[in-house]
Nanobody, 128 residues
Framework: QAQLVESGGGLVQAGGSLRLSCAAS????????MGWFRQAPGKEREFVAA????????IYTDSLKGRFTISRDNAKNTLYLQMNSLKAEDTAIYYC?????????????????????WGQGTQVTVSS
């Protein structure tokens, strides 16, 4: 599995936007479906969004639909998460990871245990 490095986090005011990136080293991402997860202090890691190897379909956790957009650029070997209208409750460490096509097609994209290649994460802090 590719090793992944997240970037783009930071401190932003409520209502602001950030774009996270997830770059792969060593291997191409185009063979994998990808996902974003987040973990807030004292909480379990939760699913944010997933995207197939081709870029469609994309899947979101219901509460984030309309504010977050997952995308990928296979030519750049990079995954993105555009986050708009940020809220204080979006504060968390955001992680990307890869999932095999069969696991994605089986509907396991919300299961963190099906993913591999986790990066160190990038901190997103939203001030209210």
């Amino acid at each position: 599995q590719a090793q992944l490095v997240e970037s783009g986090g930071g401190l932003v005011q409520a209502g602001g936007s950030l774009r996270l990136s997830c770059a792969a080293s060593g291997r191409t991402l185009s063979s994998y479906a990808m996902g974003w997860f987040r973990q807030a202090p004292g909480k379990e890691r939760e699913f944010v969004a997933a995207i197939s190897w081709s870029g469609t379909p994309t899947i979101y956790t219901d509460s984030l639909k309309g504010r977050f957009t997952i995308s990928r650029d296979n030519a750049k070997n990079t995954l993105y998460l555009q986050m708009n209208s940020l809220k204080a409750e979006d504060t968390a460490i955001y992680y990307c990871a890869s999932i095999s096509p069969p696991a994605f097609l089986s509907g396991s994209y919300k299961d963190a245990g099906k993913y591999a290649g986790w990066g160190q994460g990038t901190q997103v802090t939203v001030s209210s």
